[in-house]
């Protein structure tokens, strides 16, 4: 279910090809739940509220092309695989700990995420309303008023003044209307914005793009790997400091968070694609900007599963979601950070940390890009 459902309720395996996943959820004590979600932040404060489980109802209706061939090759540089250590270094995150050593293969990767205007393209082909453009269906909430089964998502709202930070329903709000064409409801659009990530795409959403188009949803390996741009155990895509001479490397959040953006990296808000520089694969954004989904269920053990072996090659996360906060809630795994981050509560723009998302729910500062096996690309590109 969207976000409407919980409005009144918000608060902020080895797993190699071959294995398995978890076979059943751990049962995590009262200590455990708060080992994984401590009170400032450890899932990030500028991480979207959940909405709970909701049927995809629209989605089966939907006609798609799969097409195996991608539509359109350019953009994408290729990630010649290896081995590296995945997690985040600094162990302020349980979820990404502990380290251990991953091997992916080769494979292609787009250079920036997905626009607004590679989106209307998939949109005008297909017909396709993504899952904030759909209304809810009257039979599942027969309590809901008209009014409350109006198509929406939730947007970012800057408070006046400074305001207690345990309690996000002071910068989410509900916004009837608002989806990818109108980012912060009715009244906005995309004009002049044809270039900036698009956002308010739920997992279904992104799925559904990259089967028209002939690719896939990254691993939350092949994503890390791609990310740290062939820097070993760096904190950063760039290195280990946040401002290198004091130059901005991406887009996070300057200022007394969450009432004032200053936006001293020259945006308040999100920014077009690649505005900064690249990591050293060519990868733009790989940090902060907008959180990217990946493939992988989220599961807060998944790495302590990966480092029972001495090298997880290939891993594919889970085989099913669990977050302990709110288990019946399925999440995929969202990498990379995003414009809202902020070293004061949450800094999930660094490399090997972890987000996570409910599948039923897009935001304004999620996005995502995509990869591909495609061997024709090795001769075309």
């Known amino acids: 279910m969207r976000w409407k459902k919980y409005l009144p309720y918000i608060v902020a395996s080895s797993v190699v090809v071959v294995a398995g996943g978890y076979a059943a ?62 997690g985040d270094r600094e162990g302020s995150f349980p979820d990404a700990h502990p ?50 089964l109006k198509p929406g998502s939730i947007v970012f709202s800057s408070p006046e003044n400074p305001v207690a930070l345990d309690d996000y329903r002071n910068w989410w709000k509900w916004m009837p209307g608002a989806s990818w064409r109108h980012p912060q409801g009715p009244g906005s659009d995309l004009k002049g914005k044809g270039h900036y990530p698009v956002v308010h795409v739920a997992y279904e959403d992104a799925v559904a793009y990259a089967q028209w188009i002939g690719k896939r949803l990254p691993t939350e390996a092949e994503w890390e790997f791609a990310a740290r741009g062939g820097l070993e155990e760096k904190i950063y895509p760039w290195g280990d400091e946040l401002r290198p001479d004091g130059k901005f490397m991406a887009n996070t959040w300057q200022g007394h968070f969450p009432d004032r953006d200053l936006g001293e990296d020259g945006f308040k808000g999100i920014a077009p694609v690649a505005s900064f520089p690249p990591n050293g694969y060519g990868l733009y954004d790989m940090s902060g900007n907008v959180w990217q989904w990946v493939a992988d269920w989220y599961h807060p053990r998944t790495y302590e599963r990966d480092a029972q072996s001495n090298l997880t090659i290939n891993p594919q996360g889970p085989s099913e979601s669990f977050d302990p906060v709110e288990p019946s809630v399925r999440k995929k795994v969202q990498r990379g950070g995003s414009f809202l981050c902020t070293d004061q509560y949450c800094s999930r ?23 591909s096996d495609d061997s024709e690309l090795n001769n075309k590109l």
């Open 349 to 371: 723009y660094r490399t090997g940390t972890r987000g996570k998302g409910d599948i039923t729910s897009g935001a304004p500062h999620v996005g995502f890009r995509l990869v």
């Open 99 to 148: 380290l251990h050593r991953v091997r992916v293969h080769g494979f292609w990767m787009d250079s920036r995420v997905v626009t607004n205007d590679e989106f209307a393209k998939f949109v005008k082909a297909t017909g396709y309303k993504t899952i904030a453009e759909r209304p809810l269906d009257p039979k599942e909430f027969p309590a809901y008023s008209k009014e409350m």
């Open 25 to 86: 959820h751990a049962h995590f004590s009262e200590r455990e739940k708060a080992e994984f979600n401590p009170p400032h932040g450890a899932y990030c404060l500028t991480e979207t509220p959940s909405a709970g489980l909701r049927a995809l109802t629209s989605a089966a209706s939907t006609e798609i092309s799969r097409s195996k061939k991608i539509k359109d090759k350019s953009g994408m540089v290729w990630i010649p695989g290896g081995e590296f250590v995945m």
